[in-house]
């Protein structure tokens, strides 16, 4: 059983700090990583993706890959209200098949 | 309009009943999934195709069953619906050599 684990959370911050996502993965031979944000009520959508080692930013957004340790994070600079969501994990195990795996989510919290 | 296109959104419905659940796609896409979604339980997948021929059961098919009816559509049915199938569903697309999901704005479903 491919498991993908994160924590539950709720994770609070306080506006303008940095949230620290972590999630962890069972199946050493994953290739491709992704993070997905959910708000209340909406449907998954995709907002980071990491392939190798290493982090890679987008904006605010840094995504960060340690294949050795099967741990992938989600750094979430100047947080913003508007960034209160579940944050899900998902792991690709399928190689070109693409079926992914997802983490239960993590609810984080930005207070103003 | 939305790419992917799910019908009903929301649906009660009784133990023992046959229940369809559609979802129909702009986006071109050859992939299609459905996935279940439930509190605490995070994501997961029921079946998915990639292309009209090609039809894979997922970690929970039990007691479901799909018809890709074209390259667009792809219905999910609960041939006799249970009160352990309430849940939120949704269908996602995606393209082959990304492992991006699209997900449709999910259908509601709740078994009595």
């Known amino acids: 059983q491919k498991e993908v684990e994160q924590n539950s959370g709720p994770l609070s911050v306080p506006e303008g700090a940095i949230a620290s996502l972590n999630c962890t993965y069972s199946d050493r031979g994953s290739q491709s990583f992704f993070w997905y944000r959910q708000y209340s009520g909406k449907s998954p959508e995709l907002i980071m993706s990491i392939y190798s080692n290493g982090d890679k930013e987008d904006g605010r957004f840094t995504a960060q890959l340690n294949k050795a340790s099967q741990y992938v994070s989600l750094l979430i600079r100047d947080s913003q209200p508007s960034d209160s969501a579940t944050y899900l994990c998902?792991?690709?195990?399928?190689?070109?098949?693409?079926?992914?795996?997802f983490g239960k989510g993590t609810l984080l919290t930005v207070n103003p | 309009d939305a790419d992917v296109t799910q019908t009903p959104r929301n649906r009660i419905t009784k133990t023992g009943k046959r229940i369809m659940l559609e979802c129909s796609q702009t986006k071109g896409h050859d992939r299609m999934y459905w996935y279940r979604q439930d509190p605490g339980l995070g994501l997961r997948l029921i079946y998915y195709s990639f292309d009209v021929k090609d039809i894979n059961k997922g970690e929970i098919s039990d007691g479901y069953s799909v018809s890709r009816q074209a390259q667009a559509k792809f219905s999910l049915s609960l041939e006799s619906a249970i009160p352990n199938q309430t849940a939120l569903y949704f269908c996602?697309?995606?393209?082959?050599?990304?492992?991006?999901?699209?997900f449709g704005e999910g259908s509601r479903l709740t078994v009595l």
């Open positions: 998902a792991v690709n195990s399928g190689g070109s098949n693409y079926k992914l795996t």
């Open positions: 996602a697309t995606s393209v082959s050599d990304t492992g991006e999901l699209f």
